[in-house]
């Protein structure tokens, strides 16, 4: 109960720094109903407001570093709902709480022609346990995240083939004290990744079934919140990731994801993240995400299982 | 001793389940062929399909995204062979004779956009008339394959 107080109290003061979500939901919350209602009722209105041409749930949520996709993975899927004719955009908020830290991450995208998506997020990573326990004079570290991603071929459904995205993210470390102590040797870097993303239609026990699986090139240490490069290596690496999804209805997709971590440096152990997700898209405005996420040893404390929570406006 | 055998044969006999389960699973990720009767008989044969099309013209009506595209068309002649399509198509013993895809879209430029917004029509008549998602997907698996004949013709 205290746990779901500290969300939502948390969410609360967010929204408010982030305006523009809560001018969202408050004008898709008379269609958030609609919807609902239409689940069960047979002659419930439509929602037709929202014009955009890609189905329901298919433009994914916002992943961690402002990519379309699940919560820790991007997906090869273009950002918000827009079709090869329409140009779309979202923003989103999200929160990951771990026994010794806290994440925040929040940031907006374009979706252009279903082709081009541009993106920014500000990660705010809180040190916590370990900010206590060294006297740091930093508690927060700030990174910005600049990314484009271009699908390359293929169509999520229509085609035989998975639509295939490359992405690019360029990560700007803005509070490098501590990454610098901690041995890495950059304070930015670029990851590059491939995505190749399918939605199989009545693919697992007739429900719709989605398939990621990317492979990623990177030099960062914890998405670069703990700097780039490091003692222990200073090349980059080809590390795989990957989600799969259920769509249980038009509506609500459960799924789970795994991205595998480098593991530069000496002074703390980096560990592969896996994730159970429940999603939920009541309309093309407005999704959100729930998620247990097992996110292993993090600057020296481990077992950081961690819950997450992210909300996503698209317009 | 006689317990200790029977959960033995049980984990046995559960890991085979698995074993079964998980193949058919994988089993249904492969494609199958559209012979078998059982998507026309969940759609409640021709019947049911007529039924079908008729509440799916209803919710396009209300569709500003496509109803202009219809108001265009022959729209007694769009329910009848749109009706023998789904009919052939899940399986039933119709046959549709109309033009090809290619050739009634052609010169229309149907965009991506349309082409879902009547997929999601289909889903909005399909959920009224209160079909099971399982159904529904069936349905929108047999029909995707017409979206490259369909768009941007």
Redesign the interface.
């Known amino acids: 109960m205290q746990c779901a107080y500290t969300i939502f109290i948390a969410l609360v003061k967010h929204t408010a720094r982030w305006g523009l979500l809560l001018v969202l939901l408050l004008s898709h919350s008379a269609r958030l109903a609609q919807a609902t209602s ?2 069960s009722d ?2 419930a209105p ?1 929602d ?1 407001s929202q ?6 749930g298919t433009a994914g949520a916002t992943q961690l570093e402002g990519s379309a996709g699940g919560g820790l993975v991007p997906w090869a899927v273009i950002a918000a709902y827009g ?4 140009v779309g955009a979202s923003a989103f908020y999200s929160r990951v709480g771990m026994p010794d830290f806290e994440l925040s991450s929040a940031g907006f995208a374009l979706g252009l022609y ?1 082709r081009l998506e541009l993106s920014y997020a500000q990660q705010r990573f809180n040190l916590g346990s370990l900010a206590d326990a060294l006297a740091l004079p930093d508690r927060v570290i700030r990174q910005d995240i600049f990314a484009v991603k271009l699908r390359l071929l293929g169509d999520l ?3 035989d083939m998975p639509q295939i995205s490359l992405g690019l993210q360029h990560k700007k470390n803005r509070d490098f004290l501590v990454p610098g102590v901690a041995g890495a040797l950059d304070d930015e870097g670029t990851d590059i990744y491939l995505a190749f993303s399918k939605l ?10 989605l398939v990621d699986f990317n492979l990623r090139s990177t030099q960062a240490n914890q998405l670069g919140l703990v700097g780039f490069s490091g003692d222990k290596n200073t090349q980059r690496e080809w590390l795989a990731e990957g989600s799969l999804a259920v769509l ?3 509506y609500i997709a459960v799924g789970m994801e795994y991205r595998q971590k480098p593991d530069n440096l000496s002074f703390a152990s980096e560990d592969d993240w896996y994730d159970l997700f429940v999603a939920w898209f009541p309309t093309k405005s407005v999704s959100l995400v729930a998620a247990y996420a097992q996110l292993g040893s993090i600057a020296g404390y481990d077992a950081q299982n961690a819950w997450y929570l992210s909300l996503q406006g698209s317009f | 001793m006689l317990t200790q055998a029977g959960v033995y044969f049980s984990v046995v006999n559960r890991l085979l389940l698995i074993l079964v389960l998980s193949l058919s699973v994988a089993c249904g990720l492969i494609k199958q062929p559209a012979a078998d009767a059982s998507l026309y008989q969940a759609l409640g044969e021709k019947a049911g399909i007529d039924k079908l099309v008729e509440e799916f013209l209803w919710v396009v009506s209300e569709d500003p995204r496509v109803v202009d595209r219809f108001l265009k068309s022959d729209i007694s002649r769009f329910q009848r062979n749109f009706s023998l399509q789904l009919c052939e198509l899940s399986g039933g013993p119709c046959r549709y004779t109309g033009d090809s895809m290619q050739r009634v879209h052609g010169g229309h430029h149907i965009s991506e956009m349309e082409f879902n917004a009547v997929v999601e029509d289909l889903l909005t008549a399909m959920e009224r008339l209160q079909y099971s998602i399982a159904v529904q997907n069936r349905l929108l698996k047999r029909l995707a394959p017409m979206q490259p004949t369909i768009v941007g013709q």
């Open positions: 239409a689940t047979e002659t439509l037709y014009s955009k041409g890609r189905l329901h079709s090869a004719e329409q279903n459904i229509y085609t199989w239609l009545a693919g697992f026990m007739h429900r719709n079934l249980l209805n038009r």
